[in-house]
């Protein structure tokens, strides 16, 4: 298995566009979780799947981010409209039976700069 | 919810002595707490967990102890080497679909 797959790696884009990111999970794995990453707030849990089905999107920043998971392979981030303190490292994650007693396996990340 | 604090946020470290990492957490429920550790410009990988059925577990030259009365964990690295030097995080989970708490990270310093 290739792992965790994110497109794209990298993403520059215009404030006020939207933006979108792609995951793709390990076979077989039925959790699913979108991470941001920033040097002043860590890395910060926005939203997780289980089964296809969003468990918990408290960390979901505001109304202008929005997740999917329209099958068990694949899920999008949607940031619309995109602002300059999006700017972060997006990181997917999937684990086997839930982070919570097990390794969630993350992807190389989308490097997304809004200018 | 559950708050995950981590200290320190810098160590500098010679190669060949020890580092240690302390974080605490908020939910006495927690039951789960992975380590991960995070090359400069990679992804995050789990390098060990403890469950809060141990009390601690090693892996090399990497140990984590676990006191659950006073709510803290700590990761251990004996002789240290250059390619310890990353970003360590860790974290806690009530477990099973729960969600995982990652502290704000670690950057080490192996200096040659």
């Known amino acids: 298995d290739a792992g965790v797959i994110q497109s794209p790696r990298h993403e520059v884009t215009e404030m006020g566009q939207e933006v979108t990111l792609r995951c793709k999970p390990i076979s077989g794995h039925n959790s699913l979780f979108w991470y941001r990453q920033t040097m002043m707030r860590g890395l910060e849990l926005l939203i997780y799947f289980n089964n296809n089905v969003p468990i918990d999107d408290s960390g979901m920043p505001e109304d202008r981010f929005s997740a999917k998971m329209p099958n068990a392979s694949f899920s999008t981030l949607k940031i619309q409209p995109s602002e300059p303190r999006d700017s972060a490292v997006y990181f997917c994650?999937?684990?086997?039976?839930?982070?919570?007693?097990?390794?969630?396996?993350f992807g190389q990340g989308t490097r997304l700069t809004v200018v | 919810g559950e708050n995950v604090e981590q200290h320190p946020s810098t160590l500098s470290v010679q190669e060949g002595d020890s580092a240690v990492i302390k974080c605490t957490y908020s939910d006495s429920a927690s039951n789960y707490f992975p380590w991960y550790k995070q090359e400069l410009g990679k992804r995050p990988q789990l390098i060990i967990d403890i469950r809060s059925n141990v009390g601690e577990k090693k892996d090399q030259r990497i140990a984590v102890t676990l006191n659950k009365t006073a709510k803290h964990f700590s990761l251990h690295i004996t002789e240290t080497q250059p390619e310890d030097s990353a970003v360590y995080f860790c974290?806690?989970?009530?477990?099973?679909?729960?969600?995982?708490?990652f502290g704000t990270g670690t950057k080490l310093q192996v200096i040659p």
């Open positions: 994650a999937s684990s086997p039976r839930g982070a919570g007693n097990t390794e969630a396996f």
């Open positions: 974290a806690a989970s009530l477990g099973g679909y729960q969600k995982v708490t």
